[in-house]
């Protein structure tokens, strides 16, 4: 099955600088990548993801890169705040479906799968 | 965004009993869904991934005899810790979706405390 790697497992910034936390995943068929932010206590919350039909996504302060070649994903937080403390997760979904360019989920999609990595606490000092 | 709800929020139960988690997406239909155990400070375990009316797929090392799962539609699906022991107290947290590529929504997890 898949298997993804999430580096670091903790990092620390001064509020204003940039956060990078890398991810490779095992299963070149992986065709969605989504990041969560899990605040203590709370559930997991998507904050962006990327197909892998695209190399980049960005939304606002956020970005995620995607190499297929290389498969590794990569989260960049730019101009952190302390509000941004939490541990963030990165995942990989491989589906039946054979296309990632669906504009829309499909109902019957058949089996698909999404695992995510160990997770890296981000705390951000003011 | 989507609601999944997840009840009971918190359960303690005696060791040797059964306990049954469930979880429900309330404004869409859950083809598929995921349930996870969360050690503290620690990632999220996938257990197994269930698809609507299909037996659910574990991952190596859980046990299906002892963690039930059943999604009977595409709003519900359930966990039954079987004969629960002590070192089965966790963080039980599921997560639905809507497409195979498309943005899974998590229930608010159940801290199972067994005694």
């Known amino acids: 099955g898949e298997n993804v790697e999430q580096h670091p497992s903790t990092l620390s910034v001064q509020e204003g600088d940039s956060a990078v936390i890398k991810c490779t995943y095992s299963?070149?068929?992986?065709?969605?990548f989504p990041w969560y932010k899990q605040e203590l206590g709370k559930r997991p919350q998507l904050i962006i993801d990327?197909?892998?039909?695209?190399g980049e996504k960005k939304d606002q302060r956020i970005a995620v890169t995607l190499n297929k070649t290389a498969k590794h994903f990569s989260l960049h937080i730019t101009e952190t705040q302390p509000e941004d403390s939490a541990v963030y997760f990165c995942?990989?979904?491989?589906?039946?479906?054979?296309?990632?360019?669906?504009?829309?989920?499909?109902?019957?999609?058949?089996?698909?799968?999404?695992?995510f990595g160990k997770g890296t606490m981000l705390l951000v000092s003011p | 965004g989507a609601v999944v709800s997840q009840h009971p929020s918190r359960v303690i139960c005696k060791s040797g009993t059964s306990v049954k988690i469930e979880c429900r997406s309330l404004?869409?239909?859950?083809?598929?869904m995921f349930w996870y155990r969360q050690f503290p400070k620690q990632s999220l375990m996938l257990m197994a991934t269930?698809?609507?009316?299909?037996?659910?797929?574990?991952e190596q090392g859980v046990e299906k005899d002892k963690f039930l799962i059943n999604h009977a539609s595409l709003t519900l699906s359930t966990l039954t810790v079987t004969s629960a022991h002590p070192e089965d107290s966790s963080f039980y947290i599921c997560?639905?979706?809507?497409?195979?590529?498309?943005?899974?929504?998590f229930g608010q997890g159940t801290r199972l405390t067994v005694v």
């Open positions: 269930s698809n609507e009316g299909s037996k659910a797929t574990y």
């Open positions: 995942a990989a979904s491989l589906a039946t479906t054979s296309s990632a360019l669906e504009p829309a989920p499909s109902m019957n999609s058949g089996y698909s799968t999404l695992t």
């Open positions: 299963d070149s068929a992986s065709n969605y």
């Open positions: 997560s639905a979706r809507e497409g195979a590529i498309s943005e899974a929504f």
């Open positions: 990327i197909r892998s039909n695209v």
């Open positions: 404004d869409f239909q859950a083809t598929t």
